[in-house]
């Protein structure tokens, strides 16, 4: 099976046997793997490029979800599927309630593995094109007046230009101008589309 996807896939378990016989499935499936001993070794050295993680819940030290933890607190956003033994799946359900994106049971199928792993890099990719697309966003409210930003908040709430001049106190020509730019700014096509965007940057505030 090979892969049709692209990222790196990183591999966090103390079992050094299975770490090493994971490197060999995934790159004989032509992925790129790097692994590691221990959570705090994944801390140490993770390079920030885009892929997927297998981890392992139960582990000295940090374990599994503490390390889902610590990585949700600095924003390393991987897909993680979650590898548990049998006593472990309480845990491995408690990392998917916490946005892991699945979990196998070992010993597991190396085809059910395969597709899972391609289905983490496909997450990957999106999550990185829509965090593209918020920097985009975000780069765009940036380069808004003060003014203009007001301006944009009031319109996204439905209120017309007469209605938004009296509230700021200029004239309606004035209003139709900034409303003008704003729309220019966001690279918006329609009040609609301006509503989203306004929606996402309020989401991600």
Not at 82 to 88: A, E, I, P, R, Y
Request: charged share 25%; proline share 3%; aromatic share 4%.
């Amino acid at each position: 099976m090979q892969a049709n996807t692209t990222g790196k896939i990183y591999i966090v378990d103390d079992d050094e046997d299975f770490r090493d016989s994971m490197q060999w499935l995934l790159e004989s499936a032509s992925h790129e793997v790097i692994t590691y001993p221990s959570a705090q070794a994944f801390l140490d050295h993770f390079d920030g490029e885009i892929g997927c993680m297998l981890l392992d819940v139960r582990m000295p030290e940090i374990n599994g979800l503490a390390l889902q933890q610590i990585m949700q607190d600095r924003g390393i956003q991987l897909p993680i599927i979650v590898l548990s033994g049998h006593g472990d799946i309480p845990m491995a359900v408690s990392a998917m309630k916490h946005g892991a994106l699945d979990f196998l049971e070992k010993p597991f199928d190396d085809e059910v593995l395969l597709q899972l792993v391609n289905k983490a890099l496909h997450h990957a990719e999106e999550m990185r094109q829509d965090l593209g697309e918020m920097n985009e966003l975000m780069e765009c409210h940036d380069s808004l007046s003060r003014r203009e930003k007001e301006v944009m908040n009031l319109v996204v709430t439905g209120k017309a230009n007469r209605e938004i001049a009296e509230e700021l106190g200029i004239s309606p020509k004035t209003v139709e101008v900034h409303r003008a730019r704003v729309m220019s700014k966001m690279r918006a096509g329609s009040l609609p589309e301006l509503v989203q965007q306004a929606a996402r940057l309020s989401a991600a505030s």
